[in-house]
């Protein structure tokens, strides 16, 4: 059955659409009365994601209250490693924190393949339901964390400033890095195809944290692993018609290595102007992006400025997909989305 909105779909595969596509990260999430209502009732954000009637609950509240052209899955990027066994907890405040990280090439060897299927079923059940409910009124975005993200989280035991236990892994035994780079690849790949089988329409990879790595860090322990992920999606045939986009937060000066992996579209932050990416890279693949999310901190107008702003920077043109350049905070007024939202229908449309 077809979507009666596809513009999302439409802009990633660079046709033509009567106005911009619109989604926001983290469009499900602190900022909004209802969600904070849900996660109270759910006692903790675990529950939250474990329980697909909650995790479902939460993914349309935003379609519920904007004219959003996608939905994206209510979940974490941490669920692989929780299925891993380190022992995951979400506190308040505190931010991830991992019981059992893992520091040394003997823990990288005993580290077993992970059966996604029966370990991560709340999420695939949470897929089929939230597609269930949506009845084909927009598509469903599937995620995960890019290896290397993941693998920061996995070795640091939680959130970092200065990612000393991750980078001296890299540096002091890359051997060890790789192999756990490898495991969870193979992982994130069994997920997305998984993700897809229950009814994602397109996936997202969040590769936050590949913007810490030099140049040659990057190519050898982020963007590789990306690019055996892409391969794997585009030569399977249950998910190589699925758009994949890709999003290294602080990668602006790695466009063309990562339009290369053969995905469809490349999210941007917005250090990155769209014009001069579209410049560099053609038509090769979408764009989406890239609004820095504290002007949504500022007043209604304001906010209607700078998404013309981002609109004008694209130019005419297909294959736009207007986005944050990173997820949303939660202190925002939500009347500052609906004006950004608003906006960027009325002003693309003309």
């Not at 939460?58 to 994206?72: E, G, K, N, W, Y």
């Not at 969870?184 to 944290?209: H, R």
């Not at 794997?232 to 249950?238: F, I």
Request: aromatic share 8%.
């Amino acid at each position: 059955m077809s979507l009666k909105n596809d513009r999302f779909l439409r802009a990633l595969a660079r046709q033509p659409v009567d106005c911009t596509p619109v989604w926001m990260m983290r469009q499900a999430g602190r900022y909004l009365p209802e969600y904070r209502a849900t996660r109270q009732k759910a006692g903790d954000f675990l529950t939250l994601c474990k329980t697909p009637e909650l995790a479902c609950e939460v993914t349309l509240q935003p379609l519920a209250r904007f004219d959003l052209d996608a939905a994206i899955l209510f979940s974490d990027i941490l669920t692989i490693p929780d299925a891993m066994g380190l022992g995951l907890s979400l506190n308040e405040g505190v931010g991830p924190v991992f019981a059992n990280p893992i520091r040394s090439a003997s823990q990288v060897n005993k580290l077993a393949p992970l059966d996604v299927e029966n370990e991560l079923t709340y999420v695939f059940d949470a897929v089929r339901l939230i597609r269930q409910e949506l009845d084909n009124t927009v598509p469903l975005i599937g995620f995960t964390g890019s290896p290397w993200t993941l693998m920061t989280y996995m070795v640091e035991g939680g959130s970092s400033k200065d990612f000393r236990y991750a980078k001296g892994m890299i540096f002091c035994e890359p051997k060890a890095a790789q192999q756990l780079l490898s495991t969870v690849t193979e992982a994130v790949i069994d997920y997305l195809k998984a993700q897809v089988a229950a009814g994602a329409q397109a996936l997202m990879v969040f590769d936050t944290w590949g913007g810490l790595l030099s140049t040659q860090g990057y190519q050898q322990f982020s963007l590789q692993y990306m690019q055996r992920i892409v391969a794997a999606l585009k030569s399977d045939p249950s998910t190589q018609d699925v758009p994949v986009v890709l999003f290294t937060k602080g990668g602006g000066q790695w466009l063309e290595a990562i339009a290369s992996t053969g995905c469809d579209a490349l999210g941007l932050d917005w250090t990155t102007s769209l014009r001069s990416a579209r410049k560099q890279l053609g038509d090769k693949v979408a764009l989406q992006g890239n609004m820095d999310p504290t002007v949504l901190y500022a007043t209604p107008d304001t906010v209607r400025q700078e998404v013309r702003k981002v609109l004008d920077d694209f130019g005419n043109g297909d294959g736009h997909v207007f986005n944050l350049g990173h997820g949303i905070h939660p202190g925002i007024n939500p009347e500052n989305v609906q004006a950004m939202v608003d906006e960027v229908h009325a002003y693309s449309a003309r």
